[in-house]
Structures are given as C-alpha cells and as structure tokens.
C-alpha cells in the first residue's frame, strides 16, 4: 500500500456510469468485469450498482491501493476486454470519474 507525506494511506476511488441500450448485455459484461477486477493487484474493492431513478443506468465504483495500481489496471487485459465488450451496449460514452479519498484530518 502506498502512504502519503502524513503516513496515511492513499486510497484511490475511480467511479464508472453507464447508461445501456442492451441492459442484459451490458449487466453481463460488467458482472465480469467486477468479478475479474477484484482480482488484480491493488484493487481493495469494485462494486457494481444499478440506478433506481434512471433506467438501465449503471455505475461501478472501484477503490484502489494507489494511484499506480489504478493506472496499472487501466492499462490490463481486464479492462480493455471490458471497454470492448460494451460495443454496441451503451447509449453514449461511460463517464469516468477518479477520486481522491477525503480522510477525517482532512477536514480539519
């Protein structure tokens, strides 16, 4: 695990939304991928949730050891076969959000 100046550790949280044309396939692809991403190196956690007020709305939030290990997983066989197999699945480009854990100190 990575630790900052203060000796905290990094946390790095990366959010995924996407809005599906095909639900079904789409649930597919990213029930794998959650499956696959827990898996590598650095990830500490990858839910996928669905949205109650938006139709066939979906978002993965991951949460990664550091910012390495999120780069490195960005760049692995795992999320390219992701990203491709949502072809054709989606409405419009996942908005892709990278996050930066807020600790208790702070908000000192």
């Avoid at 938006?54 to 999320?79: G, T």
């Amino acid at each position: 695990m990575s630790d900052d100046a203060n000796g905290e550790v990094e946390i790095v949280v990366v959010t995924m939304q996407f809005d599906a044309i095909d639900d079904a396939g789409l649930l597919g692809v990213l029930s794998k991928y959650v499956v696959l991403a827990r898996m590598e190196p650095g990830c500490r956690n990858v839910d996928l949730i669905s949205s109650v007020t938006h139709e066939r709305r979906h978002l993965v939030i991951e949460k990664w050891e550091s910012p390495d290990s999120q780069r490195r997983h960005f760049d692995s066989a795992v999320m390219v076969e992701m990203a491709s197999g949502c072809t054709g699945l989606l409405s419009g480009p996942p908005q892709i959000d990278l996050w930066d854990a807020t600790s208790a100190h702070d908000l000192r």
